[in-house]
């Protein structure tokens, strides 16, 4: 099963869950609970990117050089969302837009103490073409801000950075002025990081690489220049291993051509295929974190972190937190942080510094952004 499927699996059954026995909501629960939200969808097509244009020159010193000009054609730029989210706004942050279309990104579906108690959610689902790459994203909060509690799961698939995972955590929480301490624990379940399937192979099979290749229908045929026409290979001639896939198409003139253009896709489909086939792996791990709210007309402060620093595996490939990298943090320390700082130093003159940095299991998901913004009147 994949992690997409845990949403109906653990976000859904944990919504009817809180909304069944929650009190404030009463016999309205599903009305209250869709109040102000908003589903929409978009599609965005832009122009792709032009490359430059790209020339082949022949080698052969006996006969003409002939040089080919090569099309190099990108398909459009594309963009399509579809969600729905609930998310109250905190004083800072203004809707700058009549619509949603899928690619706001607030620091508000990060926190861990939102804006108002009750309910907040979001659901949004994207598939993304830029610069002939494509891939999906799709990110899913549920969360319930009580007294002295909060509850939250969560579902993020990045597939630019291959992070995916679902969350589910419940903390006890205690405001002292504007800070809001909070401590639990946390279930996450995600398929299994920290190995290389390919580098295992390559160990196991004395790193013969080409045999991984056949594995997947392409073949090797060896060619050489018969320069004396003796119909042998003479050690002076040249030769090389052509290669075809499984169309009988020829793909590369040479091994160096097709490990630099062919062979890294034959990897990306291996190492998928037998992650995949491990399965999902879950673990519990202690959190604590502490966000911290300010705000003034002239300037605010909103950061957060939530901390991970014990993990418990439950399943027989649970990522291995025991490794030490030379000069680099310890794996079992993990974090989801980020701080909003923004300042009006005049009437027309502002400043703003944003970010986020998630890291589990030792991929590094991040995002900064600073800026001056002058108004002229």
Do not use: C
């Given at each position: ?16 869950t809180l909304l069944s026995t929650s009190p404030a909501l009463g016999e309205n629960a599903v009305t209250e609970f869709f109040k102000f939200s908003t589903i929409y969808s978009s599609v965005n097509i832009a122009s792709p990117f032009v490359a430059a244009d790209q ?62 108690s009750g309910w907040e959610y979001l659901y949004k689902y994207s598939e993304v073409r830029e610069f002939g790459e494509e891939y999906k994203d799709s990110e899913a909060f549920l969360r319930y801000l009580g007294n002295w509690f909060v509850l939250k799961g969560d ?223």
């Amino acid at each position: 099963m994949m992690v997409g499927e845990k949403i109906k699996n653990v976000l859904i059954p944990l919504m009817a869950t809180l909304l069944s026995t929650s009190p404030a909501l009463g016999e309205n629960a599903v009305t209250e609970f869709f109040k102000f939200s908003t589903i929409y969808s978009s599609v965005n097509i832009a122009s792709p990117f032009v490359a430059a244009d790209q020339y082949t020159v022949g080698s052969d010193r006996d006969e003409d050089i002939g040089v080919a000009d090569e099309e190099y054609t990108l398909r459009d730029n594309f963009n399509f969302a579809i969600g729905i989210r609930k998310l109250a706004r905190f004083d800072y942050e203004a809707k700058s837009k009549t619509f949603y279309d899928g690619s706001e990104n607030s620091g508000n579906e990060s926190v861990t103490i939102g804006a108002v108690s009750g309910w907040e959610y979001l659901y949004k689902y994207s598939e993304v073409r830029e610069f002939g790459e494509e891939y999906k994203d799709s990110e899913a909060f549920l969360r319930y801000l009580g007294n002295w509690f909060v509850l939250k799961g969560d579902y993020r698939n990045n597939g630019l950075i291959d992070l995916e995972y679902t969350q589910l955590s419940a903390r006890l929480k205690k405001q002292i002025g504007g800070f809001h301490f909070s401590a639990g624990g946390s279930y996450r379940n995600h398929p299994r990081y920290g190995v290389n399937p390919f580098f295992d192979w390559m160990k196991q099979n004395n790193e013969s690489w080409w045999e991984l290749a056949h594995n997947y229908g392409y073949q090797d045929r060896f060619w050489y220049n018969d320069g004396n026409w003796n119909q042998e290979w003479d050690p002076w001639e040249y030769s090389a291993y052509h290669w075809f896939n499984e169309d009988e198409e020829l793909v590369a003139e040479s091994d160096r051509e097709f490990l630099e253009h062919t062979f890294d896709g034959v990897i990306e489909d291996f190492n998928t295929s037998e992650i995949k086939a491990l399965g999902l792996q879950g673990e519990l791990s202690a959190v604590i974190g502490v966000d911290y709210y300010k705000y003034t007309p002239n300037w605010w402060l909103h950061s957060w972190v939530s901390v991970l620093p014990y993990h418990h595996g439950l399943s027989d490939f649970s990522f291995d937190y025991t490794e030490h990298p030379e000069d680099s943090i310890p794996l079992w320390l993990e974090w989801d942080a980020g701080a909003i700082l923004g300042f009006k130093m005049t009437d027309n003159l502002g400043f703003f510094v944003e970010g986020t940095n998630l890291r589990y299991w030792n991929i590094n998901s991040y995002e900064y952004k600073t800026g001056i913004n002058y108004m002229i009147f």
